[in-house]
């Protein structure tokens, strides 16, 4: 399963071995949340810019196309032409957050769908079934998201409620493996760990649901509304708390700094939507900061989005012609800027493994921080 090469102070280095593959962690995840990243990014693109993980959403798969059709077409890999790892949310973020109508019971979540309306019921065993015929490499538990701020007495009658519920996904997740229709039989279930900003809870969860000796784990509920000062207080403080031996993943996190600094507080995956969105708005990433290509000053510029970087973008076309694009609304600029976005993280979690193995990591980390913090400030 997962094998911890070395750590440099927290930060880790490691190989997570999966059915689909061997991941080389720390890794950031490229989220196509509909079984394809945003921006007209195909597979054999992802397979180019040294993607390890892609990400897909239960919630947007189960409502559109449907699971049961993917898994006629054969599961996610088959459907959508993808050899790697692929991990599925469960969906749980997407019920709390897209959906106004809700009523959260025991037995699961029943809300409407945000396309037509239509009444949905999902709790962990559905969440467990939609991600099994997805046949994802990994499925995560369905778990509550909890608003931000919340009190005390609501955080933790939530995150209590998602500890029961984690145990039926395990429950449900280990009866769906052995059934001989499924298509992927060896599918990995990782627990979510809650408890919004009250580092006594998120403790005590981590405990209990390390218990339960699942291949990894997840610290959900940050990114939400807190500042980054807290989330990585509430990291230094739970992660020690959670398997040094299974892989711990932030969700939903973040900027390149977000995930430097989560890296060296001990954290293995990472995914969000930044990349892709930003690129699809003409922001692009560099190692001397972000830059928006929208701006009259790239008019004329012959230069790469990034001296140096190898992604499709950078090796053949320049700002000024990817910005003439954007201003024509030609897709084409969109897909230049999210190729070349998605490299720029896939390539940064390469530096990180490479600075970490030669325990250079806290001066890499500060290095890289400087850099990033010298963009244009618009």
């Known amino acids: 399963m997962y094998r911890l090469i070395c750590r440099d102070g927290n930060a880790k280095r490691g190989e997570f071995h999966t059915v689909h593959g061997v991941i080389q962690t720390p890794v950031f995840m490229n989220v196509g949340t509909a079984a394809a990243i945003k921006g007209a990014v195909s597979t054999t693109d992802l397979q180019e810019i040294g993607t390890q993980v892609e990400l897909s959403n239960t919630y947007h798969l189960h409502v559109r196309p449907g699971d049961e059709i993917v898994k006629k077409m054969g599961g996610l890999h088959k459907f959508m032409v993808w050899d790697k790892p692929i991990l599925t949310d469960s969906g749980g973020f997407q019920v709390f957050s897209l959906a106004g109508l809700r009523k959260i019971k025991e037995e699961g979540v029943h809300f409407n769908s945000h396309i037509d309306g239509r009444k949905i019921f999902m709790g962990p065993e559905e969440s467990m079934q939609i991600q099994s015929n997805l046949a994802s490499t990994i499925a995560m538990a369905f778990d509550e998201c909890p608003p931000h701020p919340a009190t005390r007495e609501y955080m933790q009658n939530s995150v209590d409620r998602t500890t029961r519920w984690l145990y039926r996904c395990k429950t449900e997740l280990d009866r769906l493996n052995s ?116 701006n009259a000053k790239y008019e004329l510029d012959d230069k790469p989005i990034e001296e140096g970087c190898q992604c499709p973008s950078c090796r053949n076309y320049s700002r000024g012609y990817i910005r003439h694009l954007l201003k024509a609304k030609e897709m084409l600029g969109m897909r230049l800027c999210v190729l070349h976005n998605l490299y720029f993280y896939n390539h940064l979690m390469e530096e990180i493994r490479q600075a970490i193995e030669e325990h250079r990591y806290a001066a890499f980390k500060e290095e890289t921080l400087y850099g990033l913090k010298q963009g244009e400030k618009d």
Do not use: W
């Open 179 to 294: 059934l001989e229709d499924t298509i992927n039989k060896n599918q990995m279930l990782f627990g979510i760990n809650q408890g919004g900003t009250f580092a006594d809870i998120r403790i005590e969860h981590a405990k209990r649901i390390s218990e339960l000796d699942l291949p990894g784990y997840a610290v959900g509920g940050l990114a939400v509304g807190e500042s980054h000062e807290e989330m990585y207080a509430i990291l230094e403080q739970v992660v020690p708390h959670l398997p040094l031996e299974k892989p711990t993943y932030l969700m939903g996190v973040g900027t390149p700094a977000n995930i430097l600094e989560a890296v060296d507080r001990g954290v293995d995956f990472f995914d969000c939507v930044y990349p892709s969105r930003n690129g699809r708005h003409g922001h692009v990433y560099t190692h001397t900061g972000k830059i928006n290509l929208f």
